[in-house]
C-alpha cells in the first residue's frame, strides 16, 4: 500500500523505520508537526519523525493545521491508501479522515477501551496498572473511540517509570503497526468496535498535576514520581523552590518520619508519607543538573524536622 505516515516525537520512530522497512508497502510522505524552539537557544528544530523521514529521502509535511487547504489538497494529490498514526499530536479534521482509502489507522499505547487520551502510558504507571499494552485503532471523530484492529500486551515492571514502558511499548507496536498494515492490505483484518464498558480517560498530564502531595500513602508517591519520569517530571517545594524527583522508591521498614519530613543518613536521604517513608536516589535542584539524593542534602545542610512541600523558607 501507498502510505503517508503522521507522528512527531522520538516514540513513533520505531513504528516509522518499521514501516520504511517492510517490503510489501510505500512511505511516500510523513505528516508531522511545524519545527519547535528547544534548548537555551530556542532555534527552531524539526521533530525526531521529520528528522528520520529526511534522512530516508521522504517528503515531509509540517502543516500548522490538518485542516489547511494546503495540506489537504497535497494529500489528495499523493492519493495513500491509508494513513498509519503514531503520537502525531493534533486532532485529524473529517476533511482528512476521508482522504486515504483505508483511512487513518491509530498506533495507540494502550489496551483500548481503557486509557483514551494524550497520556495513557502515565496514567497507567499511576493507577499501578499490572497490564497494559498497544493496539491499533480505526480513528473516527471521537476521542480514541474507533474499532480495534488488533492488540499486544506489556506488562507493568514495580520499577517502571513511563518512560521505561514507553520505550517498549513503542518497539513492540511497531510490529503491530506493520502487521495491521499488512491485515488491512490483503483483508484478513476487519477492526471490531470497542465495549462499552471499562473506558477510562487519560488527559495530559500537567506539570501541576505532577507536583507530590508527602501525605499521600508511600505507594502514591511512588507511582506518580515513576509516571511523571521523564515528563513532565514529579516535584514538590523545598524552601521555596522547586525540587525535581528523579528517582525515589519506598522503604515499608522506615516507619517514619512525618509526611514531608526529611530524615538524613550519612549516605540516605528518607521523606515521611501518609504511610512508610520513601528514600529519594536522584534529584534536581531548580536551575542545576540531577544529582544523588545524599549529595544534595549534604549541600544544603538541611535541619532538624524540615520538610518538603511547604513554601517555607528553612
Given at each position: 500500500?501507498?502510505?503517508?505516515?503522521?507522528?512527531?516525537?522520538?516514540?513513533?520512530?520505531?513504528?516509522?523505520d518499521a514501516l520504511i522497512a517492510s517490503e510489501r508497502h510505500a512511505v511516500v510522505a510523513v505528516v508531522t508537526r511545524p519545527d519547535a524552539p528547544a534548548g537555551r537557544?530556542?532555534?527552531?528544530?524539526?521533530?525526531?519523525?521529520?528528522?528520520?523521514?529526511?534522512?530516508?529521502?521522504?517528503?515531509?509535511?509540517?502543516?500548522?493545521?490538518?485542516?489547511?487547504?494546503?495540506?489537504?489538497?497535497?494529500?489528495?494529490?499523493?492519493?495513500?491508501?491509508?494513513?498509519?498514526?503514531?503520537?502525531?499530536?493534533a486532532l485529524l479534521p473529517k476533511t482528512a479522515l476521508g482522504v486515504p482509502v483505508h483511512g487513518w489507522v491509530n498506533l495507540h499505547f494502550s489496551l483500548l477501551p481503557?486509557?483514551?487520551?494524550?497520556?495513557?502510558?502515565?496514567?497507567?504507571?499511576?493507577?499501578?496498572?499490572?497490564?497494559?499494552?498497544?493496539?491499533?485503532?480505526?480513528?473516527?471523530?471521537?476521542?480514541?473511540?474507533?474499532?480495534?484492529?488488533?492488540?499486544?500486551?506489556?506488562?507493568?515492571?514495580?520499577?517502571?517509570?513511563?518512560?521505561?514502558?514507553?520505550?517498549?511499548?513503542?518497539?513492540?507496536?511497531?510490529?503491530?503497526?506493520?502487521?495491521?498494515?499488512?491485515?488491512?492490505?490483503?483483508?484478513?483484518?476487519?477492526?471490531?468496535?470497542?465495549?462499552?464498558?471499562?473506558?477510562?480517560?487519560?488527559?495530559?498530564?500537567?506539570?501541576?498535576?505532577?507536583?507530590?502531595?508527602?501525605?499521600?500513602?508511600?505507594?502514591?508517591?511512588?507511582?506518580?514520581?515513576?509516571?511523571?519520569?521523564?515528563?513532565?517530571?514529579?516535584?514538590?517545594?523545598?524552601?521555596?523552590?522547586?525540587?525535581?524527583?528523579?528517582?525515589?522508591?519506598?522503604?515499608?521498614?522506615?516507619?517514619?518520619?512525618?509526611?514531608?519530613?526529611?530524615?538524613?543518613?550519612?549516605?540516605?536521604?528518607?521523606?515521611?508519607?501518609?504511610?512508610?517513608?520513601?528514600?529519594?536516589?536522584w534529584v534536581q535542584p531548580q536551575g542545576k543538573k540531577p544529582m544523588r539524593a545524599a549529595d544534595w542534602a549534604r549541600g544544603v545542610r538541611i535541619a532538624p524536622g524540615?520538610?518538603?512541600?511547604?513554601?517555607?523558607?528553612?
Amino acid at each position: 500500500m501507498k502510505l503517508v505516515f503522521a507522528g512527531t516525537p522520538e516514540v513513533a520512530v520505531p513504528a516509522l523505520d518499521a514501516l520504511i522497512a517492510s517490503e510489501r508497502h510505500a512511505v511516500v510522505a510523513v505528516v508531522t508537526r511545524p519545527d519547535a524552539p528547544a534548548g537555551r537557544g530556542r532555534r527552531l528544530v524539526a521533530s525526531p519523525v521529520a528528522q528520520r523521514a529526511e534522512e530516508a529521502g521522504i517528503e515531509v509535511l509540517k502543516p500548522a493545521k490538518p485542516r489547511d487547504e494546503d495540506f489537504l489538497a497535497r494529500l489528495r494529490e499523493i492519493g495513500p491508501d491509508c494513513c498509519p498514526v503514531v503520537a502525531y499530536g493534533a486532532l485529524l479534521p473529517k476533511t482528512a479522515l476521508g482522504v486515504p482509502v483505508h483511512g487513518w489507522v491509530n498506533l495507540h499505547f494502550s489496551l483500548l477501551p481503557a486509557w483514551r487520551g494524550a497520556a495513557p502510558v502515565q496514567h497507567a504507571v499511576m493507577a499501578g496498572d499490572e497490564m497494559t499494552g498497544a493496539a491499533t485503532f480505526q480513528i473516527e471523530e471521537g476521542l480514541d473511540s474507533g474499532p480495534v484492529y488488533g492488540v499486544i500486551t506489556e506488562h507493568v515492571r514495580p520499577t517502571d517509570t513511563s518512560g521505561d514502558l514507553l520505550t517498549r511499548l513503542a518497539f513492540a507496536g511497531a510490529g503491530l503497526l506493520s502487521a495491521t498494515m499488512d491485515g488491512i492490505e490483503d483483508g484478513s483484518l476487519v477492526p471490531v468496535a470497542q465495549p462499552a464498558d471499562g473506558i477510562s480517560l487519560a488527559p495530559k498530564i500537567t506539570v501541576e498535576g505532577a507536583r507530590v502531595e508527602w501525605a499521600d500513602p508511600a505507594l502514591r508517591v511512588d507511582r506518580v514520581v515513576r509516571a511523571c519520569t521523564p515528563a513532565p517530571g514529579a516535584w514538590t517545594l523545598f524552601r521555596g523552590e522547586r525540587l525535581k524527583l528523579v528517582q525515589a522508591t519506598p522503604t515499608p521498614d522506615v516507619t517514619g518520619p512525618a509526611p514531608g519530613e526529611l530524615s538524613v543518613g550519612k549516605n540516605t536521604v528518607h521523606v515521611g508519607t501518609g504511610s512508610h517513608a520513601v528514600e529519594l536516589l536522584w534529584v534536581q535542584p531548580q536551575g542545576k543538573k540531577p544529582m544523588r539524593a545524599a549529595d544534595w542534602a549534604r549541600g544544603v545542610r538541611i535541619a532538624p524536622g524540615e520538610r518538603l512541600g511547604t513554601a517555607d523558607v528553612g
